[in-house]
Structures are given as structure tokens and as C-alpha cells.
């Protein structure tokens, strides 16, 4: 089992910046892939960034440029990392965003979200 705690998210203005992070807990070293997804009320929820356990990233269209994602194991090595560095951030930003790791047996975990808000 694995565990994702989301924190960051919040409310900026256009053309700021926020740095949404994701601590994973429990089997960690079972996760292969982690990601950040949104999803807007009445819609599927929607890759927003990937990255593998070998690093290799793979981002959508409206997130390319701006975004970055990136991950690490804590001191510890207790906790899987992984972090949404999201610059020059647009109204159409907003959405409620969500930590996903999958495990080498593509079984899938979320987080609970969090909610970042661009005002104009």
C-alpha cells in the first residue's frame, strides 16, 4: 500500500508560480511512475505531468514550458517525493490537482488534492 500526501496548492495571481509536492509513504520502492493529474468538476481527471522511477518526464501540451516535475527519496528514505514546479500560471491553471503514483504491477494510488486558484 502506498500512501500520497498533496500539499502547496493555494491561490496566486497570473503569471505567478506555485510548488505543489507529494510525499509517498508506505511500499515506496513498489512505485514505478509518479504524476500530477487535474481535474475540473464534471470532467475526467487529466494527466498533467509524468515521471518515471529513471527520471524520463512526459508532459501535456498546456503544461509544457511551464511546468516541471521532479521527484527524490527523502533523507530518510522513508518518503518518495515528488514535486509540480508550475510558472507563468493562467487562469485556465486552476483546477483541483492530484498526486499519482503507479507501482511496477500498474496498480494506481491518489492522493486527496489540492486546489490552486489563478486569479486575473
Known amino acids: 500500500q502506498v500512501q500520497l500526501v498533496e500539499s502547496g496548492g493555494g491561490l496566486v495571481q497570473a503569471g505567478g508560480s506555485l510548488r505543489l509536492s507529494c510525499a509517498a509513504s508506505?511500499?515506496?520502492?513498489?512505485?514505478?511512475?509518479m504524476g500530477w493529474y487535474r481535474q475540473a468538476p464534471g470532467k475526467q481527471r487529466e494527466l498533467v505531468a509524468e515521471?518515471?522511477?529513471?527520471?524520463?518526464?512526459?508532459?501535456?501540451?498546456s503544461a509544457k514550458d511551464r511546468f516541471t516535475i521532479s521527484r527524490n527519496l527523502s533523507r530518510d528514505n522513508v518518503k518518495n517525493m515528488v514535486y509540480l514546479q508550475m510558472n507563468s500560471l493562467k487562469p485556465e491553471d486552476a483546477d483541483v490537482y492530484y498526486c499519482?503514483?503507479?507501482?511496477?504491477?500498474?496498480?494506481?494510488?491518489w492522493g486527496q488534492g489540492t486546489q490552486v486558484t489563478v486569479s486575473s
Open positions: 508506505g511500499s515506496i520502492f513498489s512505485i514505478n511512475n
Open positions: 515521471i518515471t522511477s529513471g527520471g524520463s518526464t512526459k508532459y501535456a501540451d
Open positions: 499519482n503514483a503507479k507501482s511496477w504491477t500498474n496498480r494506481g494510488y
